[in-house]
């Protein structure tokens, strides 16, 4: 059976330092894969999603990046953090352009 | 993008009591997915609904997609603590997202 896995699950960061979350995802091959924030009362707001190695699409212009080194590894990153970053972030995978999603476990991160 | 419409955003209701929570959108929808979230934690998928009309039965859930496929209800039978969480309804389609805000539903014992 597949399985998706983000870490870490909590992270407190100082503004302006980096960011590196990760998740990968066992069980499966070329899966599409996304990075989510969700904030409350808000819904889910898709950052990043990618339907292959090196292949990324960013739906919103903001302080981070995503990488996919390999079929199954997600990666969210910031060079440098903004206050306005913390948030809960959500990986996930689908097959397809219709396909249900399944998610991570979440990261929370705290920008101080 | 949000294009679903989820009422009521909170719910509190007594342990053995029933629920619905509604999903609806002025879009036809393909497909809708509902979802469970508990704090700190992923929403976890409950179920798929794909054709108008359809009912699907997940223990005391009761789902519900509309007729037209612009609406979806949940409904819960005899609530217990265990259901309480953050239920979502979510579209997803060509790798992008439709959802409501999610409805907070707090069964008390």
């Known amino acids: 059976s597949q399985t998706i896995h983000q870490w870490p699950a909590t992270l407190v960061q100082p503004v302006g330092s980096p960011l590196s979350l990760e998740c990968t995802v066992e069980?499966?091959?070329?899966?599409?894969l996304y990075w989510y924030r969700q904030a409350a009362g808000r819904g889910l707001q898709l950052l990043f999603y990618s339907v292959g190695i090196g292949q990324i699409s960013s739906e919103v212009p903001q302080n981070l990046s995503a990488s996919r080194p390999q079929d199954r590894q997600f990666i969210l990153s910031s060079k440098k953090l903004l206050l306005s970053d913390s948030g809960f972030y959500l990986c996930a995978w689908s097959f397809g352009r219709a396909g249900e999603l399944f998610f991570g476990e979440g990261s929370r991160l705290t920008v101080l | 993008t949000q294009l679903l419409e989820q009422s009521p955003q909170f719910l509190s209701i007594q342990e053995g009591e029933n629920l619905t929570v509604y999903c609806n959108s002025s879009s036809v929808f393909s497909s809708l997915q509902w979802y469970r979230q508990e704090p700190g934690e992923g929403p976890v998928l409950l179920v798929t609904v794909v054709t108008g009309g359809e009912v699907k039965k997940l223990k005391r859930l009761t789902f519900q997609f509309g007729d037209a496929r612009k609406d979806s209800s949940l409904h819960i039978t005899a609530a217990q603590p265990g259901d309480t969480g953050l239920y979502l309804c979510i579209h997803s389609n060509d790798y992008k997202l439709s959802f409501g805000a999610g409805t907070t539903v707090t069964v008390r014992a």
């Open positions: 069980g499966t091959s070329n899966p599409n």
